[in-house]
């Protein structure tokens, strides 16, 4: 009996432990084909972490929108009407954000060079996303400061400061205002990470959703990168290499 009831508390725990983690959505809208507006209705979209899928059915309108992914790098895939997508898109999920692909065709003819495949992936220009900052996995490669996470963060944000106790505040607040996680584990401070182990930082300086709790001292939320995010970046560098 006991050992039933620890392995339904084990159950449990991992179950919330992935509950509070860091997840977000993919969006879009798909089209049969470039030259007309006709939308490719109950189509099935869905995305794979492993052996997971998250998936949605496109609408009357061909949008479709995959909810609760955990943050990454993900490989679209499409089925409409016993067809599959002609082309690779890529989908980069972070922390309590909405990756809108845009439009999408399912058939499309895709010019490839021979001999090589060119994978790629470019963050939107514009973001959306009041009251946050989102340092990506390239942001923290291209950064001066990119071993030391503090430094970093505070080069991105100019709210963020460093009190009298070494502590990160925002706005002035008290430095133990300020929440932490790390995969969606709550921490008390600021935790040193390797710069290579971190998938993407989200700093919340204002409109902190109510999921983070009651806090006026902000948010940062860091994700480290999984198997499959090294997996995948390995790929898109060798194609990019052999390009």
Request: aromatic share 10%.
């Amino acid at each position: 009996m006991k050992t039933t009831i620890n392995l339904l508390v084990a159950m449990f725990l991992v179950n919330f432990a992935f509950a509070q983690g860091a997840v977000g959505d993919i969006q879009g809208q798909l089209f049969e084909n470039p030259e007309t507006d006709k939308p490719a209705m109950f189509a099935k979209v869905w995305v794979e972490r492993g052996a997971t899928k998250f998936g949605a059915v496109t609408d009357e309108e061909g949008r479709f929108k995959i909810a609760a992914i955990p943050t990454g790098m993900y490989v679209l895939n499409v089925n409409y009407e016993f067809d599959s997508l002609s082309q690779t898109v890529y989908a980069k999920v972070v922390a309590d954000g909405i990756e809108n692909v845009g439009r999408i065709n399912v058939y499309e003819e895709v010019k490839e060079i021979e001999g090589y495949t060119k994978i790629g992936y470019t963050d939107p220009l514009i973001s959306f996303d009041f009251g946050q900052e989102r340092i990506s996995t390239l942001d923290i490669a291209q950064s001066a400061v990119k071993n030391d996470v503090k430094a970093l963060i505070m080069s991105r944000n100019s709210d963020i400061k460093i009190d009298s106790e070494g502590k990160m505040m925002i706005r002035g607040a008290r430095g133990n205002d300020l929440i932490h996680y790390i995969d969606g584990v709550k921490m008390n401070t600021v935790q040193s990470v390797p710069s290579s182990a971190i998938g993407a930082i989200t700093v919340y300086s204002s409109a902190i959703p109510a999921k983070y709790g009651d806090t006026t001292g902000g948010v940062i939320i860091m994700e480290t990168k999984s198997y499959y995010d090294l997996w995948r970046a390995a790929k898109i560098r060798r194609s990019q290499e052999n390009f």
